[in-house]
């Protein structure tokens, strides 16, 4: 699913900026996503303070993933893709920080879907950005447009179960929690494995 599934550079799939790995903040964004995922799966009676304080700690932890990825490709202040992803991770941030002082089943499921879907949108935007300044693909172009068409579609579906309770949101984040996940594990080992072969060149 990944773009370095295709001919590029032989330092594309490995770095994106100096020697810096691009495969292991993918790979801690595909462990903080599953790891949400099967809690989900095997939580039965979270409750509304395990619903807030689970979601809170979820998005902190997307957030730091999120905020390594950019880092690690360097792309320029200006990219408007750069601009895009570090305001939904801001808004992640926000929204956990807020889910976690509310204590309620509501707000939360309002604040997650708007800041899923933000960071979605952010990511399909990123995503659908055809070239970079040097002409060249996109790092994570195919990543990014998928993993934002789960996340805005989870976003979107999240405040119709504002009112089933703790168990329902959980259900629908970590569904689409899950499936994220497994894509951006797929990615991670991906660039993981191109890169062992270009230093193998």
Request: with cysteine; proline share 5%.
């Amino acid at each position: 699913m990944t773009e370095t599934a295709l001919p590029q550079p032989s330092n594309a799939s490995t770095s994106a900026s100096g020697s810096r790995p691009v495969w292991q903040p993918v790979l801690l964004r595909a462990l903080v996503t599953l790891a949400f995922g099967l809690t989900t799966v095997f939580w039965g009676n979270p409750g509304t303070v395990g619903l807030c304080v689970s979601v809170a700690l979820y998005f902190l932890a997307l957030a730091a993933s999120h905020y390594w990825v950019l880092r690690t490709l360097d792309l320029p202040r200006g990219d408007s893709r750069r601009m895009a992803i570090a305001g939904a991770v801001g808004l992640l941030s926000v929204s956990a920080v807020v889910a976690a002082v509310s204590l309620s089943a509501v707000v939360t499921a309002w604040l997650a879907g708007a800041a899923l879907a933000v960071m979605g949108a952010a990511e399909l935007f990123a995503g659908m950005r055809k070239r970079t300044a040097g002409g060249g693909r996109p790092p994570l172009r195919g990543d990014w447009i998928i993993s934002g068409a789960l996340g805005l579609g989870t976003g979107l579906l999240l405040p119709f179960f504002a009112a089933a309770g703790p168990h329902a949101i959980l259900g629908v984040m970590g569904g689409g929690a899950m499936m994220t996940g497994a894509l951006w594990t797929l990615s991670a080992l991906t660039l993981r494995h191109d890169g062992g072969k270009a230093k193998a060149a």
